[in-house]
């Protein structure tokens, strides 16, 4: 068997295997977003015609956690940026970092809850405080499963000593689909709150 006939076949099963890891997350992420769009979608015809009684407020404290949410994405990405090159000490720092501001978002957005409902902004009986709370606990949800793919990440990441090639090669796989769902995480609540501010 000559060189042209074998070399084709080495490196058929690695491209198979993150073709097949890439295209698992996008369909993880297209069912999300139907989701999500499903209920923007029910609130959307629910709205008109179940007004609030008063105006809802949208408590300063979303904002700040949407800051989190965009802080979140960019250590991510300059946690990535490491990890191509090889410096996974600093890799693994950042990605602490990425990890602490995606729990800062969560308290951020159980602070907002709370703090709708000592303005006196109930569940029931007020259709866009219901929607405040629905989107934010549902993300918050998603959220959670994104911060254990991090932890997930870390702890491999510590298994990789320096100059291991293919585990490093591996890892850089694994955090791009981490990263993946992460980053739509981070769009996916800019959505929802872009929609929030729009029916309040």
Known sequence: MT??????MGPAPVAAGMSLGTMGMVLTLVSIACFF??????YAFILPDKPARAAV??????WFSTVLMLTSSGTLQWARR?????QLRT???RLLVTIVAGYLFLASQVAGGWLLLASGVGIAGNPQGNMVYVFSFIHGVHLIGGLGGMHWLYR???RIE????QPLRRHRMEARLTGMYWHFMGVLWIGLFAFLLTWN
């Open 91 to 93: 890799y693994r720092q």
């Open 162 to 165: 320096d100059g291991e090639e």
């Open 57 to 62: 407020a949208i408590p300063w404290v979303f």
């Open 156 to 158: 491999r990441s510590r």
């Open 82 to 86: 490491s990890l191509r090159r090889a």
């Open 3 to 8: 060189n042209s006939e074998v070399s084709p």
């Open 37 to 42: 769009a499903a209920l923007v979608i029910a």
